[in-house]
């Protein structure tokens, strides 16, 4: 389950600021690489921070593992990605430079979606044939 940000009630305690650390499944449809998965959850580490205006920043890194066949060469393969992450949350709604949130709660689970989208490559290598490419 992806928690959310209770931005009311970090207000009213007076904890503007704070870390959020969990893991999800994700959704196998965003990855479009053949013989390709997701091995296992995706591994979330989120700082956030809200500001006077009820802005809140999200910063933090998503760790997953690829598995499959080499894109190349068929060979099994698998790697490692961690990717640095950050999102801009505005009250009410989306307005195209940042996520808008409502009810005073932040929901991640578009940020969360666009960042793995963006952190994923366009193949996935053996090590081989990733060490032929970088010569």
Known sequence: ??????????IARKNTEGTLAFSYEADESLLDI????????????????ISEDFSVEVTGTLAFTLEGSCSRCLEEASSDIVYEAEAYFV?????????????????????????????????????????????
């Open 1 to 10: 389950m992806i928690p959310e940000i209770d931005v009311r009630g970090c």
């Open 34 to 49: 053949p013989f390709v998965k997701i091995a296992g959850p995706v591994q979330v580490r989120l700082n956030y921070r």
């Open 91 to 135: 009250r009410g709604e989306d307005d195209g430079e940042a996520y808008g949130y409502t009810n005073g709660r932040v929901r991640l689970e578009e940020f969360l979606r666009d960042s793995l989208m963006f952190a994923l490559p366009a193949r996935l290598l053996c090590k081989s044939c990733e060490q032929w490419e970088n010569e």
